[in-house]
């Protein structure tokens, strides 16, 4: 019997993203600014997971500094963030949803002086962290969550 193995290499320096909700690392990739950079990245999507059924992984090589991963905080505070040097795990993050947010999402709301004054910083503030409300500094339009 032979069994289908995805082998994705070791990577030396940089980071894994694990506990993606299945279908959300393309958005998780596109936010973290991947696209811009030189880096190697491995996506790995419904991979089988025993605590969530089926999860998403990003495995990325370049030097951790390079990225905010406070945004993860905000994409979704559960993701687990392994920090990777010299081809070992390092340090596990734990992320937590930011007080403030700058220029990650933008206020829709058509009367916010940030669709008038195109330079200004669209910034969001927590709200509830309960359940994870951010509002528009400006005018306070509630943020709809993409997760």
């Known amino acids: 019997m032979v069994l289908n193995m995805l082998n994705v290499?070791?990577?030396?320096?940089g980071f894994v993203l694990?506990?993606?909700?299945?279908?959300?690392?393309?958005?998780?990739y596109e936010y973290l600014g991947l696209d811009k950079l030189d880096c190697?990245?491995?996506?790995?999507?419904?991979?089988k997971s025993n605590k969530m059924g089926k999860k998403d992984i990003l495995k990325v090589e370049c030097d951790p500094s390079l990225l905010n991963l406070n945004i993860l905080g905000f994409?979704?505070?559960?993701?687990?963030?392994?920090?990777?040097?010299?081809?070992?795990?390092?340090?596990?993050?734990?992320?937590?949803?930011p007080t403030e947010i700058t220029n990650v999402i933008k206020c829709k709301n058509p009367r916010c002086?940030?669709?008038?004054?195109?330079?200004?910083p669209h910034v969001f503030l927590l709200?509830?962290?309960a359940k994870s409300v951010y509002r528009c500094k400006y005018c306070?339009?509630?943020?709809e969550k993409f997760y």
């Open 9 to 13: 290499g070791k990577i030396e320096e």
């Open 18 to 28: 694990d506990h993606i909700k299945a279908g959300k690392s393309l958005s998780i």
């Open 40 to 47: 190697t990245v491995a996506i790995i999507k419904n991979a």
């Open 75 to 97: 994409i979704d505070h559960n993701i687990t963030v392994n920090v990777i040097k010299k081809g070992d795990i390092q340090e596990k993050q734990i992320l937590v949803l």
């Open 113 to 120: 002086i940030t669709s008038i004054e195109q330079e200004l």
């Open 127 to 129: 709200t509830d962290e």
């Open 140 to 143: 306070e339009e509630k943020y």
